[in-house]
């Protein structure tokens, strides 16, 4: 008759409830670190996007001859 018996390796053995935390605690971590990023490069494109068109504007207004000049009467009452 023969025996066998079975020994659990490390991949095979259920992971220690502190290490599936820890893990879970990673994942959850580079999650939010991934979304802050992407939302922060977002940001500084409608930033530059935003600034971009400021300076146009000021470009347009101080050189071009659509403008009102500063002493001249607005064309509608306030």
Do not use: G
């Amino acid at each position: 008759m023969a025996s066998a018996f079975f020994t659990p390796t490390a991949s095979a053995a259920p992971a220690a409830p502190e290490s599936l935390s820890s893990s879970l605690y990673a994942f959850a971590k580079r999650a939010a670190n991934a979304i802050l990023e992407a939302r922060m490069k977002s940001a500084e494109s409608q930033l530059r996007r935003h600034e971009a068109l400021v300076n146009d504007l000021c470009r347009r207004q101080d050189h071009s001859p659509l403008f009102l000049n500063q002493d001249e009467p607005l064309p509608f009452k306030i």
